[in-house]
Structure formats: structure tokens, C-alpha cells
């Protein structure tokens, strides 16, 4: 055996996976024995979840209010400048013709 200490070694739960199979044994036959009682708590309890929702504001689900869109032109390479400003700059006025856009340009180059 290439291995002798490792061959010895078994494999053990921990601390609190333990913890919680044991409470889990000792709940699930009272669950069982009892379906309907069962349903019936999971139920006022989802509903007593619901009734708290108004209270938790934006902490579940923020309000986005984010109205800005950005664009990233990558072109083929060995196209001009120019020409991907022109392209940009039509873009723009298409966009600008679209309700409710502020179109901002830059003119920022890699080089």
C-alpha cells in the first residue's frame, strides 16, 4: 500500500452539519405524523412573510433609476477615425431622434 496513514482515515461530518441532523431527526417524524398541520404552518408562515414585504423598502428590491446607456464602438481593424466617428455621429442623431435620450460623445482615443 502506497498510502498506509491515508487508508486509516475516514471520513467524519462536522460540528455543525451534525447539530443540524440531529435536529432534523428529531423534527421530521412529528412533521410526518402531521401533514396537514404541517402545510398549514408553512402556509401563515409564508403569509406572515408576504405581510413584512411592504416594510422592507428598497432593501429587497432597490429602485433603479439608472436612464443612461452606454455604447462601445470596436470597429475592424484598419478602419480610420474618421470613419468611426462618422459612423458614431450617425448613431447619435439616431439615437437623439428616439423620446427620452441625451446622447453625450466622446472623443476619446486610444492613442
Partial sequence: MLLPAAAKLRHREGHLVAALKLIYRCILPGLIRFPKSTLAATAVFFILIGCTMPWLGEELMPKFKR???????????????????????RASQELMAVSLCEVQQS?????
Wanted: no cysteine.
Fill in 67 to 89: 436612464t443612461d446607456f452606454q455604447m462601445h464602438w470596436v470597429e475592424k481593424p484598419g478602419i480610420g477615425i474618421d470613419a468611426m466617428n462618422r459612423i458614431k455621429q
Fill in 107 to 111: 472623443d476619446w482615443r486610444p492613442f
